[in-house]
DNA sequence: CCGGATTTGTTCACGGGCGTCACAAAGCGA
DNA sequence: TCGCTTTGTGACGCCCGTGAACAAATCCGG
């Protein structure tokens, strides 16, 4: 078909700043829309329509709640429940995982989780990326691009997985080529992304969860095993000249502290992770669930009553204070979200963690820092499709092009 | 009069773009003007010639060195030589210092260095001001605003001085309010704006000098006392949410080494200043000049005929090394600029300090950083004065507005 | 010495994209 | 019901760029 579209002679250039003001929520009606682009009503309009017209958003004319008290109510817009889709895929230590995710990070479809992992890349991604496949053919939805987390530092621009420390992966695997070659393979015409998961975990809460309005968002997060950070600035993800910012794990925040693989001691790699926890806690590790459901599970079970327990908690706290005040020096951002074990310590006494980050940071200046728990599920997941959407938020008339 | 400026109808937006990439010596020849800023001929055209009426640039028609073999030679662009000015300041542990600096970071006009300073700021602030604009009144220049280094962080958006601690100066003094009142007093109707000299120096190097082109240029200086860092981003100043990031002295980079008034041990601050290097060689400062003077003195005559001297200077490097692989673990850019006595150190033995940064920084990826010596004499000053020409390159017209 | 090839500077018409303005539409309150 | 306020929409014009044509300057080969 010869797609009808308008013939834009206005907003081109708008378009992907407003399809973002929507896809972010800052956007709830076209009144805002104006006002957030710095545009006249008629260019937003004009916008609004056409982002209509390509199916990413939809504008409902009906009143609704007014914005102000006076005036006449503005149309709601709204992200366009049946649009397109990115396809998001993480692999993590235990096993992967796939889904379906629309703008405005909804997640619209999920592949039932797998938990193993194989030693050949190409053989998870190709299962993982056939999950999604599968669930593209269920749904009947367009796909827009794909995305892939991974526990991994990935080197730009090879899109090589650097440190798989904690998958049976060896060391530099080319993630990115073998997940396009998977998308072709299995019928996916769309290009792929990859990226580290609490990089996009990080991209994912300044979108949709505790990051909003952030103007530099530092997040930290612990896995499994090993812990690490991300930085977004302004907005977008920053991830240094080749792609390895942010691996912050070996800050020294014990000096008489426990031997790291790195060389040197009491880096914070291994000295808030959840096998640090239990191992100051007296706890062996259990045969069930993962070190970080038991330790966080050990946190919220016994801080109160146990006293080893509030003692080591209180120990990993004070250290990562130590490891966040660090980066407060160096990147003075304005807030902090802390996922994993590290959320698990903030929640079980958020006053000790920020009064450690203000005493040791820009001279006492550091208590303007917010310090927050992340907010979002999946946000490896959501953060892998913020990273295929990224070029329709950049461009989304591309996406016309293409329908050809 | 009544300034006869061309009836500019295009290149109103590549104006800014245009004057930066002149600024910055990118932009040799109209020619490659338009390559660079990826517009046509003729839209270059306008531009230069708007920008040389506007007395910014001179575009030079005499053939010079062609540009390719064959074809007609492009006319030649350079900054104007009798142009406007920045009045750029600079206060520092030893006494202040003034002088014109003009597009291109050429310095213009040096006032008589002094070499006090006084307790309070308002004092030196109106003795500096002074002398800058006697060189105004002297040269007859016009004068596009003023900028002002401080050996301390700098709070934004207040534009107090946090940690003065090398100057005899109250800590939080309002120095970018008290300049602007200095400036008022003396005549010279700008606006001023302050900030910390290492951070200047950076902004300097990377359009003038050793970190031109680099896309993530870290910079670590080390003054008489203490360490100083500072981060450009794609150009831009990285400066934290409010002004205090890369305050890089307190990483830790010997957990056995000296306390810090931090409250830690073995911070880069005191493990790689000046009178480290001096108290490692055994040796006590003397009466006669700075620290940082005293010990590159050192290094530059005894370092291969010395014992103790050597082993002084290669234990800075390796501490040295530490701390900066830690910033390039966090940060990962693509190159390193040193200053003070850091870049004494690398001149010292370059391939010792870059195989510590290889070795522990990004699994052996380190090796990809570039590290080298700053180049400019006066960084701090040209960086001062950057920060006063930052609004001509953003909007070149504003100029003409404000001539009247 | 001269004519093509090549690259650059200049002029002019054209058009895309956005603001301005006027008017209609849709709510609220007296 | 009549203002008052705010929002959506269309006509018009301006700003700022492109594209094409032509002139200018230099190199190169004969």
């Known amino acids: 078909m ?18 973002e003001l929507v896809h972010t929520g800052r956007a709830p ?4 829309l104006t006002t957030e682009l710095g545009v006249t009503r008629a260019t937003a309009g004009a916008v609004a329509t056409e982002l209509a017209t390509l199916g990413l958003i939809t504008v409902d004319p009906r009143p609704g709640t007014a914005t102000g008290s006076q005036g006449r109510p503005s149309h709601r817009l709204a992200v366009a429940e049946d649009g397109p889709v990115a396809l998001a895929a993480q692999v993590h230590t235990d096993g992967y995982r796939a889904a379906l995710v629309g703008l405005g990070g909804r997640i619209v479809a999920t592949a039932p989780a797998c938990e193993a992992v194989d030693p050949d890349p190409a053989q998870v991604l190709g299962e993982v990326v056939a999950a999604g496949a599968g669930l593209l053919r269920e749904t009947g939805r367009r796909c827009i691009g794909a995305g892939l987390a991974v526990p991994s530092a990935v080197a730009e621009p090879e899109g090589t997985a650097l440190n798989p ?11 990115r080529e073998i997940f396009n070659r998977c998308l072709t393979e299995a019928g996916v015409p769309v290009e792929g992304h990859c990226g580290n998961d609490v990089n996009l975990s990080a991209l994912a809460e300044h979108r949709h ?11 930290v997060a612990t896995g499994h095993r090993g812990v690490g950070g991300a930085l977004v600035l302004d907005g977008r993800l920053h991830t240094g000249s080749s792609g390895l910012a942010l691996e912050v794990g070996h ?26 926890l239990l191992e100051a806690a007296g706890r062996r590790p ?28 209180r120990q990993l706290i004070d250290r990562l204070g130590l490891g966040l005040a660090g980066l407060v020096n160096i990147l003075n951002p304005d807030r902090i979200v802390l996922g994993g074990l590290h959320r698990a310590l903030l929640l079980a006494d958020a ?40 070029p329709v938020l950049d461009d989304p008339l591309a996406l016309a092009v293409t329908a050809g």
């Open 251 to 276: 800050l020294t925040v014990d000096p008489q502290g426990r031997p790291c693989h790195c060389g040197s001691r009491g880096c914070l790699d291994v000295e808030t992770d959840p096998l640090a």
């Open 165 to 175: 420390l904690h998958l049976p992966w060896p060391a530099g695997a080319p993630v």
């Open 209 to 219: 969860g505790a990051g909003q309005g952030a103007a530099h968002l530092l997040c």
């Open 2 to 19: 010869t797609h009808t579209r308008s013939r834009l002679d206005r907003g081109r250039n708008a378009l992907g700043p407003a399809l």
């Open 29 to 32: 009606t076209r009144a805002v």
């Open 351 to 390: 006053p000790r963690l920020r009064a450690v980050v203000a005493e040791r940071s820009l001279w006492g200046r550091g208590g303007s820092v917010a310090i927050l728990p992340c907010t979002l599920d999946h946000g490896s997941l959501v953060g892998a499709a913020e990273l295929a959407w990224q």
């Open 286 to 313: 259990g045969p069930e669930g993962s070190l970080l459901d038991q330790a966080g599970a050990l946190i919220g079970a016994e801080y109160p009553t146990d006293d080893a327990v509030r003692d080591a908690t």
